[in-house]
């Protein structure tokens, strides 16, 4: 069974920095990419960045409105995903999920990817 | 505003067909970038619904479809049961926002 328990989550100030965590079991890690997606209180689903398998580089892309502030990295050897939040801002106050990419067959590129398995979130809260 | 537009809220009786649009544009759904669907319920983690337009995972009722055309995709609900009642967000890949992806505004289902 596939799983997916995202942990660090909490209360932070702003300008300050969070590490989350994204523990996963039940599939083989190093085959795909993982992804954050988050949702502010009573929003709709926000997508924070991905990072691809090392097959494909390991490289990585986030929205605009979190780049330069955050960082996606990923443990392979514990099959666990990271997500270095710096910078931090009222505004990415959310739920933040960590879900596993499926990457279309014979298809190249970042338009490739969804995210077919979801953890249960862990809430970031900024605030002073 | 989302780059991707679903309307707020549908609502139907048990047993009737729901759809949800959702509207992109030439940098997204338009160019023929895939359309994925997710359905939240209440309280939960989304879950994947549709993928590529038009599969569904394994354990998805065939009671869910969906179908895409020009800008446009839609997700379709036969048979309407009250566990359908949730939140449904399309997603696909925008072009034009250096290589995001692109989630729409969400739609609530209520059956009544």
């Known amino acids: 069974e596939v799983q997916l328990v995202e942990s660090g989550g909490g209360l932070v100030q702003p300008g300050r920095s969070l590490r989350l965590s994204c523990s996963t079991s039940?599939?083989?890690?190093?085959?795909?990419?993982m992804s954050w997606v988050r949702q502010a209180p009573g929003k709709g689903l926000e997508w924070v960045g991905f990072i691809r398998s090392k097959a494909y580089g390991g490289t990585t892309e986030y929205a605009a409105s979190v780049r330069g502030r955050f960082t996606l990295s990923r443990d392979d050897s514990q099959s666990v995903a990271y997500l270095q939040m710096n910078s931090l801002r009222t505004e990415d106050t959310a739920v933040y999920y960590c879900t596993r990419d499926r990457l279309k067959r014979s298809c190249g590129g970042s338009k490739c990817y969804s995210s077919d398995y979801w953890g249960q979130g862990t809430l970031v809260t900024v605030s002073s | 505003q989302s780059v991707l537009t679903q309307p707020p809220s549908v609502s139907g009786a048990p047993g009737q067909r729901v759809t949800i649009s959702c509207t992109g544009s030439?940098?997204?759904?338009?160019?023929?970038?895939?359309v994925h669907w997710y359905q939240q319920l209440p309280g939960t983690a989304p879950k994947l619904l549709i993928y590529d337009n038009t599969n569904r995972p394994s354990g998805v009722p065939d009671r869910f479809s969906g179908s895409q055309s020009g800008t446009s995709a839609s997700l379709a609900i036969t048979g309407l049961q009250a566990e359908d009642e949730a939140d449904y967000y399309c997603?696909?890949?925008?072009?034009?926002?250096?290589?995001?992806?692109?989630f729409g505004g969400g739609t609530k289902l209520t059956v009544l």
């Open positions: 997603q696909s890949y925008d072009s034009s926002l250096s290589g995001s992806r692109v």
């Open positions: 030439s940098s997204n759904i338009g160019a023929g970038y895939d």
């Open positions: 039940g599939f083989t890690f190093t085959d795909h990419a």
